[in-house]
């Protein structure tokens, strides 16, 4: 077995770093251009971490590329170009690439190599991680780059395993291309993931069976090819508009308004929304202050796309069981579509209500309803992810004192910023539980952490200490202000992965900071100054200061 830095006579590396993503990969440019020594790892076979995986039919990003792109390089910004407003997965997965090979990432990285075990050793300083295969690396410090939507929920379903057709997880898609002509297809789930396959697969199946359990609210992505006077214009002006990310709420540009709902007159209201509706994207959540607090605003708007649903499909009935009701508009992950309501007018597509008519388990050959079996010769599962903590919670991390993360998160996920725990020396997580995470772009969060860890090794340097965590009272605080948002959100008033109600036994709650990506980066900001204030340090034990350059 080849050990990475564990032999009597090699020194432990600077940094590990897990995950392939957009963080891992940020994680390892960084670290090496520090001159740190460092080893990254990836459970994939290549770059990618999202969109590595998910391969499925229409899987697209829906924030615009422009934003959706690493904001640390002006080079990488003027030689990269988009072409489409929101790109689609094969052009997502060419630009990591491109990005990969530009800054020659992939030397750095183990693939095909998933972590089992991370232990912190308090007399050495050092943590051990181990490999599934039994691999030893020894670190200074861990960066868990695991991302928030890495480990697919295994489907609570009767039986999910015993169908005899073909049989796909929308976020462990095949590389190979799947054929959908003359097939009866199922998809299981109606989120973000499913309703981009929906659209997809359904002109192109012989008939589709879509189960829906809870409807999702969608809205036009009206996703465009970008015309090279567009983007020459967005080129000259990157340094800018990625400056105006960083000081936007979700980490990119999106209209934003300080105009309440109940402001301005119903007619206005209207046409705000209609214009919205128009413009595409996300525009529609940024026509009013007060969507995410005001239920009453928010139910104005909720009724208005219901209207839009009832508009587009014809069939009355079916319409009426698309409209979701009885949660907040944007308190579940609000999709952007390109024809997913029209979808429903082809005479091939099925919309099986799994409210009034619920799966009882899965069979041999297909999916069997209270109200009988429907047979199929392919089945998708686009049910969801074990979402914030699961990869974090895929292994054993233990901490000061023997603490296992199991234990100290078996009531919810606490940590200071998402960056890291009290009891976990050394330990950063990026885009963590209890960071902005999945409301604000990740990308962005990715850098501005990344860039966070590379300011505190640096200070531990400068300083002759060794191990830095947060302090238990700083953590706690953190957290109060966490839930404090959470309450007065309307985020958290849905039963989402954003809450752990997808998983059984989770522990209930959001863990995610509503207060947006630019107060975020503030607080980070804060929790910097005055000499890291919010941590407790360990002074160095001899060992070597870590950075090699500054
Ligand atoms: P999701 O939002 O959690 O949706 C999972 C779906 O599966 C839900 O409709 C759920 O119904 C259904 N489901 C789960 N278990 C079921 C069961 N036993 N029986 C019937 N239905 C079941 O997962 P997702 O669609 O993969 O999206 C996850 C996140 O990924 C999104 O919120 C978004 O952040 C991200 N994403 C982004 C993009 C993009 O950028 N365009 C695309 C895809 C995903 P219930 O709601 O009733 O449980």
New binding site residues.
């Given amino acids: 077995m080849n050990d990475v830095g564990v032999s009597a006579s090699a020194k432990p590396l600077d940094v590990v770093i897990v995950g392939g993503g957009f963080g891992g990969m940020y994680a390892t440019y960084k670290f090496r251009e520090m001159g740190l020594s460092i080893q990254s790892f990836e459970a994939g076979g290549d770059l990618g971490g999202?969109w590595y995986w998910?391969r499925y039919p229409g899987?697209?990003?829906?924030?615009p590329s422009i934003d959706?792109s690493f904001a640390f390089s002006p080079e990488i910004d003027q030689e990269w170009t988009w072409s489409e407003e929101?790109a689609a997965q094969p052009e997502l997965l060419r630009y990591i690439n491109f990005v990969a090979d530009r800054l020659d990432l992939r030397k750095h990285f183990r693939f095909n190599t998933r972590i089992a075990s991370a232990v912190w050793d308090e007399d050495r300083q050092i943590w051990t991680l181990t490999t599934t295969e039994g691999e030893r690396v020894e670190a200074r410090y861990c960066v868990m780059a695991t991302g928030?939507?890495s480990v697919?929920?295994t489907?609570?379903?009767k039986g999910?395993d015993r169908f005899r057709g073909e049989s796909y997880m929308?976020?462990k898609w095949p590389h190979e291309p799947v054929s959908y002509a003359g097939k009866r297809v199922g998809v299981?789930?109606?989120?973000?993931?499913?309703?981009?396959i929906v659209q997809e697969v359904g002109p192109q199946a012989g008939e589709l069976f879509v189960?829906?359990?809870?409807?999702?609210f969608t809205m036009p992505m009206r996703n465009k090819t970008l015309s090279p006077e567009y983007v020459a214009e967005i080129k000259r002006n990157y340094p800018g508009l990625r400056a105006a990310a960083r000081m936007s709420a979700v980490g990119g540009l999106r209209p934003q308004s300080t105009r309440a709902f109940f402001s301005v007159p119903p007619e206005t209201r209207n046409a705000l929304l209609e214009d919205a509706w128009k413009l595409g994207g996300l525009c529609m959540l940024g026509t009013f202050s007060d969507l995410l607090i005001n239920p009453e605003a928010n139910e104005h708007v909720a009724e208005f796309i219901r209207g839009k649903i009832g508009e587009v499909v014809k069939d009355p009935v079916v319409a009426e069981k698309l409209k979701p009701r009885g949660y907040p508009v944007f308190a579940?992950?609000p999709?952007?579509d390109t024809s997913y309501y029209e979808t429903y007018n082809l005479p091939t597509v099925h919309l099986m209500d799994?409210?009034d008519d619920?799966?009882q388990e899965i069979t041999e050959k297909g999916v069997r309803l209270a109200s009988g079996e429907v047979e199929l010769d392919m089945l998708i599962?686009?049910?969801?992810?074990d979402?914030l903590t699961g990869a974090l919670l895929n292994f054993d991390v233990i901490g000061r004192d023997g603490q296992n993360l199991k234990d100290k998160w078996a009531d919810g996920a606490r940590s200071l910023l998402g960056l890291g725990m009290a009891g976990f020396p050394n330990f950063f997580t990026t885009v963590g539980p209890n960071g902005p995470s999945?409301l604000a772009n990740i990308i962005h969060i990715n850098e501005n952490d990344v860039d966070w860890i590379a300011r505190a090794i640096t200070y531990m340097d400068d300083n002759g200490l060794c191990a830095m965590e947060p302090t238990e009272e700083a953590e706690t605080r953190w957290m109060d202000h966490v839930r404090e948002l959470a309450n007065r959100s309307l985020v958290s008033k849905a039963?989402?992965?954003?809450v752990g109600?997808?998983i059984e036994g989770k522990p209930q709650g959001l863990t995610i900071y509503t207060g947006g990506f630019a107060k975020y980066v503030e607080a980070c900001e804060a929790a910097a100054k005055d000499n890291f204030a919010a941590y407790r340090f360990a002074p160095s034990r001899g060992a070597q200061p870590v950075r090699k350059t500054a």
């Fill in positions: 999202v998910n899987a697209r990003v829906d924030l959706y929101f928030p939507l697919p929920k489907p609570d379903i999910y929308a976020g299981i789930g109606t989120g973000s993931t499913g309703i981009q189960f829906q359990r809870t409807p999702s579940r992950r999709c952007l799994c409210l619920p799966i599962f686009a049910t969801g992810y979402g999945a039963k989402t992965w954003y109600a997808n």
